[in-house]
């Protein structure tokens, strides 16, 4: 039986024809975190409920939450987990979106306009027709089918609830070592949670050294402050299994060479696009299996379906590839993008340079545009420096190391790419290099950029400028050219 909007209840068929022909247009949205909250609120503030109905499916317990708080919250820098939380289902609901929480969207049935959804407490599966259909599923964790890492005592940090129930087993357990597989960014930001919360802390991982979004020459910058701080770190190594004891619970994290005693692991691997509705549906995958649109966030060569989120690959500005960077910052655009163009609006999400910033304990650690491997696997030809410099004028109180690494294109001199790893002040930095990345310029132009300078600040010459100058001053030796003059 089908109601008079378009959605039906029990598990029979859908007997209307397509999308709801009567009354306001429905915009469905199948996720109901950054970007797809973002895409209803906005095509809310464009659309009253006379013309648009919303509905939005999310199968979780939380809404509009920041999963980049959890290692905080974790660590007991964020005192509550609602602190987490930018805006309830209830809040969602009062602005007339039609929240429908602990519901998964099954099925996408793109010719004839409907998603089939359960509701995951009783259930009960329906059908809703959709005009406009918003698919914001997110990323899922990767996660290695071993054996034992299914064992108790082994978390992932990807949703609230994950979060919850890490320091549920931090409460029940009486053990303190902990074993972080993955040093990427979630491995790094927990082991210096675990630290914090009085573990002794072994990170496991595969790579040459943590931090893979880094060049392994500033990984291996990470890697001695990692040590430094207490952690154990394992590289070159694969786990094999979870060992586990007679109570089922963790126990050991085994690799080919070793076994790590585990009273808790925590797992930091990196994520997946979550695009297995999308490809059931048959709608458009790239290499790395997010969903592929347009700058509009419009899915290719579907008109009414869009996309954003941790579940598309986007444009990335330098390179000219396309890319999976999991981060809130793009998810909320994606939202705020997908939601004008519904609400009547326009508007468009032009790319990305790859930017990111993170810190374990007093370090901090940055990047934006291409490392090494990445210009090589683009055909470009480069050049790189790296430059020791400090957060202060090096006279004033308490100024930090920091070393800047800058890529820079061969003949052109247009900058690539920009690591920095360092202590207090040294990570915001990089923002310089993301607008330099996005508006095309090169390391030369960037030398006189008219930075903001205090001795409490910065060094006279900003590290990023003498970054800039000396890879201005490489690439122009390397075409026979002279250096420029410079102050």
């Not at 994950?162 to 040093?183: I, S, Y």
């Not at 420096?385 to 690494?405: D, F, H, L, Q």
Request: with cysteine; proline share 5%.
């Amino acid at each position: 039986m089908t109601t008079s909007t378009g959605t039906s209840t029990g598990t029979g068929t859908d007997s209307s024809a397509g999308p709801a022909s009567r009354g306001p247009e429905r915009l469905v949205v199948i996720g109901g975190d950054a970007a797809g909250m973002s895409a209803a609120s906005q095509a809310r503030r464009l659309k009253g409920p006379d013309e648009l109905e919303i509905v939005a499916f999310e199968r979780g317990r939380f809404t509009s939450f920041s999963a980049c708080g959890i290692p905080y919250w974790v660590a007991g820098d964020v005192a509550e987990r609602d602190e987490l939380i930018a805006r309830t289902p209830e809040e969602h609901r009062a602005r007339d979106i039609d929240l429908r929480m602990r519901t998964e969207v099954t099925e996408i049935d793109p010719d004839r306009g409907r998603v089939r959804a359960r509701d995951l407490d009783s259930g009960t599966e329906s059908w809703t027709s959709y005009d406009e259909l918003v698919i914001a599923t997110g990323a899922r964790p990767i996660r290695p089918e071993l054996p034992g890492m299914d064992a108790d005592g082994v978390h992932g940090v990807q949703t609230l609830e994950d979060g919850q129930a890490l320091l549920d087993t931090l409460e029940r357990t009486t053990g303190r070592r902990a074993v972080v597989v993955g040093a990427g960014y979630i491995g790094v930001e927990m082991a210096e949670a675990m630290i914090r919360r009085g573990y002794e802390v072994t990170v496991v991982n595969r790579g040459r050294e943590p931090m893979a979004t880094l060049d392994p020459d500033m990984g291996r910058l990470v890697h001695g402050a990692m040590e430094g701080l207490g952690i154990t770190m394992v590289n070159d190594a694969e786990v094999t299994e979870l060992l586990t004891g007679d109570d089922g619970r963790v126990r050991a994290v085994a690799t080919a060479d070793a076994q790590y005693p585990a009273d808790v692991v925590v797992l930091g691997i990196g994520v997946r696009p979550e695009t297995a509705l999308a490809r059931a549906a048959g709608l458009p995958l790239g290499k790395h299996g997010g969903l592929l649109t347009d700058r509009s966030m419009r899915v290719r060569g579907y008109e009414n379906i869009w996309a954003g989120g941790d579940c598309v690959e986007v444009l990335d500005l330098i390179s000219g590839q396309e890319r999976h960077i999991a981060l809130g910052t793009h998810a909320n655009k994606h939202g705020q993008v997908i939601g004008s163009n519904v609400g009547g609006d326009y508007a468009t999400f032009p790319g990305v340079v790859g930017t990111a910033v993170s810190k374990v304990c007093d370090l901090e650690i940055a990047r934006t545009g291409l490392r090494e491997k990445d210009a090589h696997r683009a055909g470009l030809r480069f050049e790189t420096v790296t430059i020791e410099s400090t957060s202060r004028a090096g006279y004033y109180p308490n100024a930090s190391p920091m070393t800047v690494k800058m890529l820079a294109e061969l003949r052109t001199g247009r900058l690539l790419g920009v690591q920095i790893v360092g202590r207090e002040g040294a990570g915001k930095r990089v923002d310089i290099a993301a607008v330099a990345l996005t508006a095309g310029m090169t390391v030369e132009q960037m030398i006189m950029l008219d930075l903001g300078y205090a001795p409490p600040f910065s060094p006279t010459w900003d590290p990023i400028l003498v970054a800039a100058r000396k890879a201005t001053t490489k690439i122009r030796a390397t075409a026979g050219r002279p250096s420029p003059r410079t102050p």
